[in-house]
């Protein structure tokens, strides 16, 4: 499909399952031959708003492509390694950025994360569905759901909560004491048909979210328990998951939640966390788009919107702000022979 769209000289950059396993994304690129090159140019340049350079000015440039790409090459894979990104999603992230060609590695990491990955942030309008915010033991879904609500009622919207975490010591409370500062009633459900039911008398709220209970994603009965309440109304599970776990291990939860119908990842505990991989790994193998992230405990203002520039500012902090002081304004050139 890739050869009849693009051409024989086409290659496949990466691939990688969304929906669950019901469907593959796949990036695919054309090599860069003279032809292809010279458009990139003439692109890139109506968006700077600079002139392209014809080709009796292109001797100008020196060729030293080679060692910008080994640079570009070097700091994206000493990044990699540094947040313990999965050797899967690394080769792509590599080959996605070589196929880009940027000679900044703050820029090439940024396209690259933009090709890869999704990123849509959670509403802030009315809408006439649920948030359920689920997730292993301890991932800061209580905490997630009161920053929701409490951005919600800040910008004056009806906002209606939900727990169902009637189970664990002090669940309820925690969350009751968040709602009851933004006076709001914290509903509660024990069973897929009391959070219908709680669901229908919030029918008029701009934004309901529902607080599960941290479940063992590795044990099949708990993953049915969460899968009836998700069925119990118009409900969008999101995967609330704490930066600074395992890759591996980040990336089969996330298969499993995706399994369940979850299509987005929201990150916790960015403000404490060193290494992102289990994120990129969450991300790649749950075929998960990315959307708000915490980085604070703090309830008001405590999320932020993921793109891909903030999350390579995660990645590659000191990259990312040499790009920022010093951006770069011209693709990488190539010399021609004048002679």
């Known amino acids: 499909m890739v050869r009849e769209t693009l051409g024989e000289d086409a290659i496949i950059v990466a691939t990688r399952e969304e929906k669950g396993g019901k469907a593959v994304r796949v990036t695919a690129a054309i090599e860069r031959q003279d032809?292809?090159?010279?458009?990139?140019?003439?692109?890139?340049?109506?968006?700077?708003?600079?002139?392209?350079?014809?080709?009796?000015?292109?001797?100008?440039?020196?060729?030293?492509?080679?060692?910008e790409d080994s640079a570009v090459l070097e700091t994206l894979t000493d990044t990699m390694l540094r947040h313990a990104v999965p050797e899967e999603?690394?080769?792509?992230?590599?080959?996605?950025?070589?196929?880009?060609?940027?000679?900044?590695?703050?820029?090439?990491?940024?396209?690259?994360?933009?090709?890869?990955?999704?990123?849509?942030?959670?509403?802030?309008?009315a809408v006439k569905k649920a948030y359920m915010l689920v997730g292993p033991p301890g991932a800061g879904k209580t905490l997630a759901t009161a920053k929701l609500a409490a951005r919600g009622v800040l910008a004056d919207l009806r906002v209606a909560v939900i727990t169902t975490d009637t189970?664990?010591?002090?669940?309820?409370?925690?969350?009751?004491?968040?709602?009851?500062?933004?006076?709001?009633?914290?509903?509660?459900?024990?069973?897929?048909?009391?959070?219908?039911?709680?669901?229908?008398?919030?029918?008029?709220?701009?934004?309901?979210?529902v607080d599960t209970g941290g479940l063992n994603p590795f044990d099949p009965d708990e993953m049915r328990k969460l899968a009836r309440y998700i069925a119990a109304g118009n409900i969008e599970p999101v995967l609330v998951m704490p930066a600074g776990m395992d890759a591996e291990e980040s990336g089969e939860i996330a298969r499993i939640y995706a399994s369940l119908g979850v299509r987005t990842v929201m990150p916790s505990r960015l403000d404490i966390a060193r290494r992102m991989g289990g994120l990129l790994s969450a991300a790649h193998y749950g075929g998960l788009a990315f959307t708000d992230a915490g980085n604070t405990p703090k309830v008001a203002d405590g999320l932020i919107s993921l793109s891909p520039k903030r999350l390579s500012n995660l990645l590659m902090p000191e990259s990312t702000r040499r790009t920022q002081e010093h951006p770069v304004r011209n693709p990488k050139r190539h010399k021609v022979n004048a002679g």
């Open 89 to 125: 999603v690394t080769d792509q992230i590599i080959s996605c950025a070589t196929v880009i060609g940027l000679e900044n590695a703050g820029i090439s990491l940024i396209a690259a994360l933009e090709h890869l990955f999704a990123f849509h942030p959670m509403p802030r309008e």
């Open 167 to 209: 189970v664990r010591a002090g669940g309820i409370e925690q969350l009751d004491a968040f709602t009851r500062l933004m006076h709001t009633d914290l509903m509660k459900a024990g069973s897929p048909a009391q959070l219908k039911e709680c669901l229908e008398r919030a029918g008029r709220a701009d934004q309901i979210f």
């Open 35 to 67: 032809d292809f090159e010279d458009e990139f140019e003439r692109q890139y340049a109506r968006r700077n708003q600079q002139p392209a350079l014809s080709d009796d000015e292109d001797w100008l440039y020196d060729d030293d492509s080679g060692d």
